[in-house]
């Protein structure tokens, strides 16, 4: 049995323990058309159908796994209320799970105080960090690195808010004299430091940037989007953790529940340091937030309506796996990473392909062998499409040949390469390595 099924009996037990908590009420109709609902949802798995095999390990091209079981049926349980986080008239139970599980992955970064919630995804916890950074610094830049996610220079772009991309160096990593050299300019609001970029999983170098910031000061933003659980992980690379040791000292962290969390869609977080910032978002409603003078979520988050089943959902999952470090999520974590270095290995070893970077997560990326820029970009394009036909579904990233000059021994015809590329997010992968690497050499 490839999908998990036999959890559902589990949910059928908590509706009826949910129920329990509304018996008093009069008894009132609510029938389904069960010959409706069973076409419809027939219908629905036949499309659902054309879709990559994203459960299955030998998927392993981008960062999409489906959620743990806990989160999937805490998030349906929840749908049978379907709380809205925005008030607490619409949430109250889900918005104190959503108070305690913020308040948990603070202190996984070790904040005891700080001001957070849950939102939409990664981009929109981003455009929440970047509003109150441009807030308290108007006018000023907004610099990330040339390998940071694209949202960076789009949301500066909503906000109105000037943007530079600062170079990186060979690991795909911020420069710290390209970023240097940005700051003299004495221009910089805030430096966004990606902690595991959406490409190649390479972690800036947040002790080298702090050094910088007592220099020419100015807000530290952590992108921590997709490697921020990785804090956790006993298997890093000793500059990889110093950078992760220091996270501490950023002024707001986003980090996405919906990447390496185990949820579903719809789960971002962002977190600042300073409580005080509440005061940016103040803004008087006229019919909400009435029903209790506790904090409402809706008072300090940009979106208004917000799932609380997202909430329930994580917070169920942090129950069942703590943050913790040495705890079965760290090692999950762990178990991608060795699974990305074991890849890398093999991958080092055959003369067919060359590695890129050594994997700072679980993110590995490299090249077919070519003499010519353009033939490694073809090449990775056909191994893209052939081992899909053959069930292995891979990614593919283009890097900058500022980046790769002195990795790769090529001819520039171009100035950029498609490389593969392949995050190995799920704890299983470490046992598929060998059927991987295996199944790469044939193509
Ligand atoms: C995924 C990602 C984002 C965007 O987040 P969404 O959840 O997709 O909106 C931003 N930054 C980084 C580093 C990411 O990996």
């Known amino acids: 049995m490839s999908f998990e099924k036999q959890s559902l009996g589990i949910l059928r037990e908590a509706l009826g323990r949910l129920e329990e908590g509304f018996g008093d009420l009069p008894a009132f109709d609510s029938d389904a058309d069960m010959a409706g609902l069973r076409r419809v949802l027939m219908e629905a798995a036949d499309k659902l159908q054309d879709n990559y095999p994203y459960h299955h390990p030998l998927y392993a091209g981008q960062m999409l796994k489906p959620p743990h079981p806990v989160a999937r049926l805490a998030y349906m349980l929840a749908m049978w209320i379907n709380p809205n986080n925005h008030a607490l008239d619409g949430g109250r139970a889900s918005s104190a799970m959503e108070k305690e599980a913020v308040a948990d992955i603070a202190e996984m970064f070790g904040w005891d105080t700080h001001l957070g919630h849950l939102c939409g995804g990664g981009t929109i916890a981003n455009m929440e960090a970047l509003w109150v950074a441009g807030s308290l610094h108007p006018g000023k830049k907004i610099v990330a690195s040339a390998q940071a996610h694209y949202t960076h220079s789009r949301l500066a772009g909503v906000l109105h808010l000037p943007f530079q991309a600062v170079a990186c160096d060979g690991r795909a990593r911020m420069d710290l004299n390209a970023l240097e050299d940005v700051l003299k300019q004495r221009d910089v609001g805030t430096v966004v430091a990606t902690m595991g970029t959406t490409a190649a999983g390479a972690v800036d170098p947040l002790p080298g940037i702090l050094r910088l910031r007592e220099k020419y000061p100015f807000r530290l933003h952590a992108d921590a989007a997709y490697g921020g659980y990785f804090t956790l992980a006993g298997n890093l690379d000793e500059d990889t953790r110093q950078s992760f040791d220091r996270l501490s000292e950023a002024d707001s962290i986003v980090i996405d529940p919906h990447k390496h969390?185990?949820?579903?869609?719809?789960?971002?977080?962002?977190?600042?340091?300073?409580?005080?910032?509440?005061?940016?978002y103040k803004h008087d409603s006229p019919y909400t937030y009435f029903s209790s003078a506790d904090l409402h979520l809706g008072e300090i988050s940009l979106e208004c309506s917000r799932a609380g089943a997202s909430a329930v959902a994580l917070w169920s999952t942090m129950r069942m796996f703590p943050l913790v470090r040495g705890g079965q999520f760290a090692r999950g974590l762990e178990?991608?990473?060795?699974?990305?270095?074991?890849?890398?290995?093999?991958?080092?070893?055959?003369?067919d392909y060359f590695t890129l970077f050594r994997?700072?997560?679980?993110?590995?990326?490299?090249?077919?062998?070519?003499?010519?820029?353009?033939?490694?970009?073809?090449?990775?394009?056909?191994?893209?499409?052939?081992?899909?036909?053959r069930d292995l579904h891979l990614a593919v990233a283009g890097f900058p040949k500022e980046i790769l000059e002195n990795i790769?021994?090529?001819?520039?015809?171009?100035?950029?390469?498609?490389?593969?590329?392949?995050?190995?997010?799920?704890?299983?992968?470490?046992?598929?390595?060998?059927?991987?690497?295996?199944?790469?050499?044939?193509?």
């Open 261 to 280: 969390g185990l949820q579903p869609y719809g789960c971002g977080c962002v977190l600042f340091r300073d409580p005080s910032v509440g005061t940016i």
């Open 335 to 351: 178990r991608g990473r060795q699974a990305a270095l074991m890849l890398f290995d093999k991958i080092a070893g055959c003369k």
């Open 359 to 389: 994997p700072e997560l679980d993110i590995l990326v490299w090249v077919p062998a070519a003499r010519r820029a353009s033939e490694m970009s073809l090449r990775s394009k056909k191994i893209f499409h052939s081992a899909a036909r």
């Open 408 to 443: 790769l021994d090529v001819e520039w015809d171009r100035r950029e390469i498609t490389c593969l590329r392949s995050c190995l997010m799920k704890p299983g992968h470490v046992d598929w390595v060998d059927h991987i690497a295996k199944m790469l050499k044939d193509f």
